[in-house]
């Protein structure tokens, strides 16, 4: 049983697909593929099941991806252990960041951190917040900045940033030239959301059916700029931080407060709880903890 069997294993799993899996590796699809069906074949066992729409995981497939994980995470160690032993702030700090908070903080972060630790590599990887719990927990990045609540039971939990919610419109909208707004007010708009693997959609539509209505949705899309041009187009209005409207310099664009009750963005930095942490990781946690002022 080959080492890079098992990492493409892993990958088709989280990708859900084998040609997503091939779609974010230097790998082809029909690599994982082969990769796979070498697994089975050692192992005599069936991996995935293949009758059903979705490719899913059988029950020998749960039991070899759970303990693939823990094989790779104990290896992954051996680099963690001997930077220590050295005492020396180097090695490779892998972070995961949704793609919002990405554009918003993480310049002003890796400036600081390769300021204080130049030998230390920063490698972002840009996903969903639903999906950056996963890789924390698997072992696959070091930390993940993500909205908050988490779940304190698998992770260790740093509070990071708090935004406010603001509500974007177009500056002719009935909406602009109020001084606030309320969630009720908001019912019959067309919302423009992220998408469904973000966890600013599910809160964002939490929001709305707590105020007695179902959101229209007019667009989704994983970018904020995409959804604040959108806004500026006259396509619908949109919930995001405040602190999006700094970023961006579209004049047709506006943003109200939103009162009764004030919704706030809260985000941490989450950690897999009772594992190693190498010197680097800690003096970057440190760095982290400070949160974000502006130079």
């Known amino acids: 049983m080959e080492l890079r069997d098992?990492?493409?294993?892993?990958?088709v799993v989280n990708h859900q697909s084998f040609t997503k899996a091939a779609a974010h590796s230097y790998l082809s699809q029909p690599s994982f593929s082969k990769a796979v069906k070498k697994l089975e074949v050692e192992l005599n066992v069936e991996l995935f099941n293949r009758t059903t729409r979705h490719l899913q995981l059988t029950d020998a497939g749960q039991i070899v991806y759970q303990q693939a994980q823990k094989s790779l995470a104990a290896?992954?160690?051996?680099?963690?252990?001997l930077d220590d032993l050295r005492n020396v702030a180097f090695g490779e700090i892998k972070?995961?960041?949704?793609?919002?908070i990405g554009t918003l903080f993480f310049p002003i972060l890796a400036k600081r951190i390769q300021e204080k630790y130049p030998n230390v590599s920063l490698q972002l990887v840009e996903r969903g917040a639903k999906l950056i719990g996963q890789l924390v927990e698997n072992g696959q990045i070091d930390l993940g900045i993500v909205v908050l609540p988490e779940d304190d039971l698998k992770f260790t939990i740093r509070p990071f940033i708090t935004d406010e919610f603001v509500l974007y419109v177009h500056k002719q909208h009935p909406l602009a030239r109020k001084s606030s707004v309320t969630i009720p007010e908001l019912k019959g708009e067309k919302f423009i959301l992220f998408s469904e693997e973000f966890t600013l959609h599910d809160y964002i539509k939490d929001v709305c059916l707590g105020a007695g209505f179902m959101p229209e949705i007019a667009y989704q899309s994983s970018q904020w700029d995409l959804i604040t041009e959108l806004v500026s187009s006259e396509f619908g209005v949109a919930l995001l931080p405040k602190s999006i409207f700094q970023k961006q310099n579209n004049r047709n664009l506006q943003?109200?407060?939103?009162?009764e009750p004030t919704l706030y963005w809260r985000l941490g930095i989450i950690t897999k709880k009772d594992t190693y942490h190498s010197f680097a990781l800690r003096e970057v946690l440190k760095i982290l903890e400070n949160g974000i002022v502006e130079d």
């Open 95 to 100: 972070i995961g960041i949704p793609p919002l």
């Open 6 to 11: 098992l990492k493409s294993f892993i990958e």
């Open 255 to 259: 943003i109200v407060p939103i009162t």
């Open 75 to 81: 290896l992954s160690e051996i680099n963690n252990l």
